[in-house]
């Protein structure tokens, strides 16, 4: 019989009982509540003492005399309470109340004994829940890429053109463009403070946005710029690694082994029936 079938019976049953879980009751962890499966009187029936084995430090843990009040009822099932003058150890033990060779009339046998552990309102560091799933890193579009830019001209036209194609609202239009400036303070390895409107929250999402048409909020962001330095760094380095993905030797090598790449799948295309 499948012990969720056997569990379910005996529920219900009249006549007998059996053990359901251990509770620890105290920090000490010597207090130990035994919860049963129904309210089928157990007092007075056990054939002998109960015994708590199976540690691997402590072997076993002697539990002391039941007394007449360790018995009774929590809204619909019977408790027994049971003492010990000291823990187990971190191994998980056995309870028993009865076996096949000294049976108990009133408890299943399957229901006689059961596994607990001392140690469960100790704390941990387990955590059960499912870790959410790892979305990968959505792929790069890159600009076409000029494996011959070597001098700020060419290196600012990268950028601009990164800009183009990774920022689909923000567009070139002058050299005095917002845009332009803040790619050019990046390129610096300045801290950027910009107002949240236009292109500036996607070319420069990284840097501190103040609210659009709020001179306060936009005073706010300054003055914490200019009062935490840790951060300022933070936000000139962070400007300064997305400028430096467009380094010439770096855009060569990117350039070249696209063009490897190409090459190698047409040559292999050129070769098929």
Not at 10 to 39: K, R, W, Y
Not at 195 to 211: I, K, Q, T
Request: net charge negative; aromatic share 6%; charged share 15%.
């Amino acid at each position: 019989m499948a012990s969720i079938n056997r569990r379910n019976l005996v529920i219900v049953s009249p006549t007998l009982n059996g053990i359901d879980f251990v509770e620890i009751a105290n920090s000490a962890q010597t207090i130990l509540v035994v919860h049963f499966l129904n309210a089928v009187p157990v007092a007075g029936t056990l054939p002998a003492p109960p015994t708590i084995t199976g540690g691997d430090t402590i072997p076993s843990v002697a539990v002391l005399p039941i007394q007449p009040h360790d018995w009774g009822i929590d809204g619909t099932h019977v408790t027994l309470t049971l003492h010990v003058n000291a823990p187990g150890d971190f191994s998980t033990y056995t309870l028993t109340l009865a076996t096949p060779s000294l049976p108990c009339p009133a408890l299943d046998t399957f229901f006689a004994t059961v596994q607990f552990s001392f140690k469960a309102l100790c704390p941990s560091d387990i955590d059960c829940e499912t870790p959410p799933p790892v979305c990968p890193p959505s792929p790069a579009t890159l600009p076409p890429i000029d494996y011959l830019s070597k001098d700020f001209l060419s290196f600012r036209q990268a950028l601009l053109d990164f800009s183009s194609v990774q920022y689909p609202g923000w567009q070139e239009r002058s050299e005095a463009d917002l845009g332009i400036v803040l790619l050019e303070a990046m390129a610096a390895g300045k801290p950027i403070v910009a107002v949240r409107a236009g292109a500036a929250p996607e070319v420069a999402a990284h840097g501190l946005l103040a609210a659009p048409d709020n001179a306060e909020s936009l005073a706010r962001a300054i003055y914490r710029l200019w009062n935490d330095r840790v951060l300022a760094a933070e936000i000139a380095q962070q400007g300064r690694r997305i400028v430096m993905q467009y380094d010439a030797p770096l855009v060569a090598r990117r350039f070249l082994e696209a063009a490897a790449g190409n090459t190698l799948n047409a040559s292999a295309a050129s070769r098929q029936p």
